[in-house]
C-alpha cells in the first residue's frame, strides 16, 4: 500500500528559528496536503499542492511540491510558540477516495 | 469552529462491552472517514464511505463495525475491544475526491480507553 514517511518525527527549536519538515511518498501524489494538529485537538487543513515543482507561502509557512509529485517540505521561518503542534503531509492517491498521512512531525518551540 | 461534530467526546468502555461513536458532518459532503490515532502512531486509516457505500477497509479487525446510513451520518460500532484499541478515534469528511476536490474535514475526535 501507499507509504508516507516524513522527517524528522520530532523537533526542538529556540522560539525565532527556522523549522524543516520533509515528506516522501513512495508512489506518485495527485496532489499534496499539509495539516497542523495542535496538542489535544484534531488535524485541521492547512493548503494542497497540485502541481509539479508548485511553491506556496502563508505568512511564515512555505509549502514545496517536489518536481516528480513524490515529496514535498514545509518550511518555517521564525518560529513562534503559536507554531506547536504536529504537521502532517497527506497524499491522496491519483482516484479514490483515501487520504493517507505522514507519519507526521512534531515541533516544540522553546520560549 | 468544526463542521464535523463527534459525540462522544470521551468514553470508557470494558472489554466485554458493546459502544458506538457517533459523527455527523453538516458541509455536505459525500465521502467520510474513520482514522485511529495512537500515541506515537501515525494516523490509520481504517473506513472509508463514499456516498455511504464503504470503499476502504484497510484490514481492520471485525469487533470494528462501521455504518454510513446516509452522506451526513457515520457511525463506528464497537464491541468486544482490547486495551490496545484505546486510541483517539476520529472522523472525517470531504467532497467526492475522484472529481479532485476538496481536503479532509476532521471532528474532534472520541478519546477511547479500553479498561
Known amino acids: 500500500g501507499q507509504q508516507v514517511m516524513q522527517i524528522p518525527q520530532y523537533q526542538h527549536v529556540q522560539e525565532g528559528e527556522d523549522f524543516t519538515t520533509y515528506c516522501n511518498s513512495s508512489?506518485?501524489?495527485?496532489?499534496i496536503q499539509w495539516y497542523k494538529q495542535r496538542p489535544g485537538g484534531h488535524p485541521v487543513f492547512l493548503i494542497q499542492?497540485?502541481?509539479?515543482?508548485e511553491v506556496k507561502k502563508q505568512k511564515r509557512l512555505t509549502f514545496q511540491f517536489g518536481e516528480a509529485k513524490k515529496n514535498s517540505s514545509l518550511h518555517i521561518t521564525a518560529t513562534q510558540t503559536t507554531d506547536v503542534g504536529t504537521y502532517f503531509c497527506?497524499?491522496?492517491?491519483?482516484?479514490?477516495?483515501?487520504?493517507?498521512f505522514g507519519t507526521g512531525t512534531s515541533l516544540t518551540v522553546i520560549p | 469552529e468544526t463542521g464535523v461534530t463527534q459525540t462522544p467526546r470521551h468514553l470508557v468502555m470494558g472489554m466485554t462491552n458493546k459502544k458506538s461513536l457517533k459523527c455527523e458532518q453538516h458541509?455536505?459532503?459525500?465521502?467520510m472517514y474513520w482514522y485511529k490515532q495512537s500515541a506515537k502512531k501515525p494516523l490509520e486509516l481504517m473506513f472509508v464511505?463514499?456516498?455511504?457505500?464503504?470503499?476502504e477497509n484497510n484490514s481492520v479487525p471485525s469487533r470494528f463495525s462501521p455504518e454510513c446510513p446516509n452522506s451526513s451520518h457515520l457511525f463506528l460500532h464497537l464491541h468486544t475491544l482490547q486495551p490496545e484499541d484505546s486510541a483517539l478515534y476520529l472522523c472525517?469528511?470531504?467532497?467526492?475526491?475522484?472529481?479532485?476536490?476538496?481536503?479532509?474535514?476532521f471532528g474532534q475526535g472520541t478519546r477511547l480507553t479500553v479498561v
Open positions: 472525517a469528511s470531504s467532497q467526492d475526491r475522484d472529481r479532485g476536490q476538496g481536503n479532509a474535514f
Open positions: 508512489t506518485t501524489l495527485s496532489n
Open positions: 499542492l497540485v502541481k509539479s515543482g
Open positions: 497527506a497524499g491522496p492517491p491519483n482516484t479514490g477516495n483515501q487520504f493517507y
Open positions: 458541509l455536505g459532503h459525500n465521502a
Open positions: 464511505y463514499s456516498l455511504e457505500e464503504r470503499v
